[in-house]
């Protein structure tokens, strides 16, 4: 029987396992820095292909703030406009309207210095009727007495409101209606007289039109004493 003896060295495999594990990570290290340096490049590339558009995008991010800036400066702009306009036509109306009160103030005074229809007189020259609340109403008549006479015109007003009440016809007098009932509406004037009250109607009740009849103290009827109003025309 032979026997073959070998030489054992085990310092040799550690060593050659060493010598691997290093080469291992030196191509590890060489393969990571190599990807490495070609990214590094690439996003280099890339950065400047689209350096043009980072620079245009910054400059259309400044043109849209300076944009927002203009419109909000147009939008307050406009507003003020809006409202100095509104402004102006509310002063245009206000101002039309004096002119419109002016004008028939004056044509008022005309007529009670020279009538036109050359006919002296005692008159009703106005009635306004102005809702307060459902059935509660105010009254202003306007009395005239117009031409040259300087006596004074002194008497009393009859009202009468005519109008449908449950389905029928019906007549309210001022004295009836009036607030508060124990008023009397009574005028004494020259020239003209404004007079001024309250009257309630029933519930239900339907006016129609009002009549205004004029009487001097002595009861007489006054030549033309009565005047007709529409219910409607001159509720205002």
């Not at 400047?48 to 400066?73: F, M, Q, Y």
């Not at 007189?121 to 509660?136: C, F, R, T, W």
């Amino acid at each position: 029987m032979a026997f073959i003896i070998k030489e054992h060295r085990p310092g040799r495999s550690v060593l050659l396992i060493t010598v691997l594990a290093l080469l291992w990570v030196v191509s590890v290290w060489l393969v990571y820095q190599y990807g490495w340096d070609k990214a590094v490049r690439l996003l280099d590339h890339e950065f400047e292909k689209s350096r043009p558009l980072h620079e245009r995008l910054t400059d259309v991010i400044g043109a849209n703030r300076g944009l927002r800036a203009r419109i909000a400066v147009l939008e307050r702009t406009a507003q003020v406009d809006r409202e100095a306009k509104v402004e102006l036509v509310q002063e245009i109306k206000e101002l039309q309207g004096q002119a419109a009160e002016l004008r028939e103030e004056i044509a008022f005074y005309k007529l009670i210095i020279s009538p036109g229809n050359g006919k002296d007189g005692l008159s009703v020259y106005s009635l306004e009727i102005m809702p307060a609340s459902k059935n509660l109403y105010h009254f202003k008549v306007i009395l005239t007495q117009v031409g040259k006479s300087s006596n004074l015109a002194e008497g009393e007003v009859d009202m009468t409101i005519e109008g449908i009440f449950k389905g029928q016809a019906k007549r309210l007098r001022l004295s009836d209606i009036q607030v508060p009932k124990d008023r009397k509406s009574t005028y004494k004037f020259q020239y003209f007289q404004e007079l001024t009250g309250s009257l309630e109607l029933p519930e239900g009740f339907i006016p129609r039109e009002v009549v205004v009849k004029l009487t001097r103290n002595k009861g007489d009827e006054i030549e033309n004493p009565v005047e007709r109003f529409d219910w409607l025309k001159v509720r205002t």
